[in-house]
Structure formats: C-alpha cells, structure tokens
Nanobody, 123 residues
Framework: VQLQASGGGFVQPGGSLRLSCVAS????????MGWFRQAPGKEREFVAG????????FYGDSVKGRFTISSDNAKMTLYLQMNSLKPEDTAVYFC?????????????????WGQGTQVTVSS
C-alpha cells in the first residue's frame, strides 16, 4: 500500500488549500481513512476521518466547520478541503489508511501513512 499526499503550500490567513492523497494497493472504499497533522515540537494530531460504513465523517475540534474530508473511490483519492486557514494550522499533513472500516482519532489504528505535505499559513 502506498499513499501519496500533495497539495500543501504557503497561504495567507483566511485562505484555502485542498490536499489530495492518492492510494495504491488498497482501495479507499474498503477501509476508513484519515488526515493527521504534526507541527514542530508537537504530537501528531487527528484532523479528520471518513468511515467506510456509511461514509460518515468527523473532525478534530480545532478544524470543525472549516475543513471537509471526502473521497473519490473511482480515483482512489482522499481529499481535505481546508478553508479559513489560521496560522495555527501550520503543520505537516499526513494521510493514512486504517485497519478498520470505521475511522478513529487514534494514530495507532492507522497502518499505512503518506509521506506528508507541508502547509504553512502566514501573513
């Protein structure tokens, strides 16, 4: 299984970015997937998850109402639309695929990880 994340970059506060994560070797329609992020000196933080059972989504408290996770099964791609970005959103963002059908917030529940894409929010 390989995950390739892309779409990060530099954006001013209030701006938007869309991250993509292309999966190979495991269909995005089979297991839950998620996005995590890690800022320098901080622990990896859950951002958003999408379950395969019913396609339900849920988000970390810090991004609720601003970020949207989605997937395109035909394209084997996971997305994270990020709006109203804040400087505290600056981090390396990782996509991951779970060992379960229902997404969780716990990083150990995810067995394959992308390489990460840097998001920097600054004026």
């Amino acid at each position: 299984v390989q995950l390739q994340a892309s779409g990060g970059g530099f954006v001013q506060p209030g701006g938007s970015l869309r991250l993509s994560c292309v999966a190979s070797g495991r269909t995005v329609s089979t297991y839950a997937m998620g996005w995590f992020r890690q800022a320098p000196g901080k622990e990896r933080e859950f951002v958003a998850g999408i379950s395969k059972r019913g396609g339900s989504t849920f988000y970390g408290d810090s991004v609720k109402g601003r970020f949207t996770i989605s997937s395109d099964n035909a394209k084997m791609t996971l997305y994270l639309q990020m709006n109203s970005l804040k400087p505290e959103d600056t981090a390396v963002y990782f996509c991951a695929t779970s060992t379960y059908m229902d997404a969780t917030t716990r990083a150990p529940d995810y067995d394959y990880w992308g390489q990460g894409t840097q998001v920097t929010v600054s004026s």
